[in-house]
Every structure is written in C-alpha cells, then in structure tokens.
C-alpha cells in the first residue's frame, strides 16, 4: 500500500524523479528542449506556476505551486516516458517509482530548496557556478525570461529587483549540505537550521575550536537533533578527513 502523500499548504512543492535504475533519460539538447516544452504545457493545464528547474542527466527538479500536482507531475512525466521509449525504440518504465514531492512552506526553507535545485550541477562536477549550466532557471532570475515565476521568491531577498538579484547571487554561492530529498525534509530543516545557531554560538576557549572542543559540538547537536554524518561535517564546517579521522575515533 502506497503511503499518502504529505500535503503542502501553501501548494509549493519541491519535486523531482529519477531514471528507472538511475539511467539517463535526458540525452541530448533535444530532449532537454522537449521537457520544458511539456512543463509549459503542464504549467498552463492545469494552473501551476514553476518557480524552479533543473534538468540533470539522469533526473530533474522542479519547485512548483500547484493545486493538483498529482495531474501535473503524471502529464509531464507520461507523456515524456512516451516520448523517449518512442524516439529510443524501447519499452518499458522510463522513471524510477512514484515521483517525489517535499512540501515547501516555509521562506526560508523555499530559497534554500531554489538555492539547492540550482546546485545539483555543481555538486555533480558539470560547471563550477550554477550560472554556467544552461538547462536550469538560474538564468531566468537574472534576466526576468523563461518559464518560471521570479518575482515571489525574489520579493523574499529585496523589494528593489537590482538588490534583489544580487542578493540572489550570493546566496546561491552560499549552498550547503543539508539532505533536501529526505522524507520530512522540511521539518528535518529546522533541526538543521538550529543546530547551526547551536554551533554558531558555541563559547569557544580559544579563537578557533580544537578537536576536544569540536566533539563536544558533535556530541551536544546528536544529543537534541536527528542530522547525519554530511550535515553535522557541514554544520561543524570541517572536513571529512577530520571528522571521520579524528572526532568520530575520540568517542
């Protein structure tokens, strides 16, 4: 039995979907092409807006308000597995399962998703700023052209849009590694967000923590928040070589 779907109550979602068994499914410029051909079919359907895509070799990502996003996501997502079994001559499941939608309700955890969706290139290894990757919206928020809906997550930056779109550069250089495709997501963010404050007013001895110091930090955020290995290394800011090679052998 499929487990319902967590509603959003703002209708933002952030939405992605996969490859069945990981494989790519968007293989060159015209299939790309395709795709957002279907999100502005999709989007004018069924009364949606996109504020954000990125579409990956092996899967997209899509921040969108919709009142039926279940309709949404089946027509893009049906019509393109069509596509690409039709023009590849294969059969068969094209997407991976079910896809998967996170709930989005909250400004700063929105800017942040953007900010996320807008980075998977970057942290993929294809480009070193998310304005170097063409199939994303990043773009768009810099020139006001395309398919997404800019103006309400711009408004949360700055009224004035020149500040605005500044702030929105420096933000975006600013991304972190907080698992943003994880069941509960959103509430999961807030344990995150405060883990930060914890570390960011921790009473340091000296200017710089040392590793005693540290593993105190580790164990003070395990002992009131639920984060992983990679978001206590991001929140703690240091590498994996350290955690992993001194703190984690200290307990």
């Avoid at 960011?200 to 164990?219: C, F, G, Q, R």
Wanted: glycine share 6%; charged share 25%; with cysteine.
């Amino acid at each position: 039995m499929r487990t319902p779907r967590e509603v959003s109550h703002t209708g933002i979602y952030h939405v992605m979907a996969r490859g069945n068994g990981k494989q790519e499914i968007f293989l060159d410029e015209v299939d790309n092409r395709y795709f957002l051909k279907l999100l502005i079919e999709a989007k004018n359907r069924h009364d949606s807006e996109i504020y954000a895509y990125c579409i990956m070799g092996n899967h997209y990502h899509l921040l969108v308000k919709s009142g039926n996003l279940s309709d949404f996501c089946k027509e893009i997502n049906q019509t393109y597995a069509h596509y690409y079994n039709a023009k590849n001559k294969t059969v068969g499941h094209v997407f991976q399962s079910r896809y998967k939608s996170f709930p989005v309700e909250n400004g700063e955890y929105l800017t942040c998703v953007l900010r996320y969706i807008h980075n998977n290139p970057v942290k993929a290894g294809m480009t070193e700023h998310p304005i170097d990757y063409f199939w994303s919206s990043y773009k768009e928020y810099l020139s006001g052209e395309g398919l997404t809906t800019t103006g309400p997550i711009l408004d949360l930056f700055d009224a004035k849009l020149s500040k605005a779109r500044e702030k929105f550069i420096s933000f975006s250089e600013t991304a972190d590694d907080f698992n943003y495709e994880a069941s509960k997501a959103q509430e999961h963010f807030l344990d995150y967000k405060r883990s930060v404050e914890l570390v960011k007013n921790w009473p340091l001895k000296d200017s710089k923590a040392d590793n005693e110091e540290i593993l105190e930090m580790k164990k003070a955020i395990c002992s009131q928040f639920c984060l992983s290995d990679r978001e206590i290394i991001d929140v703690l800011g240091i590498s994996n070589g350290r955690y992993y090679g001194k703190i984690v052998k200290m307990e």
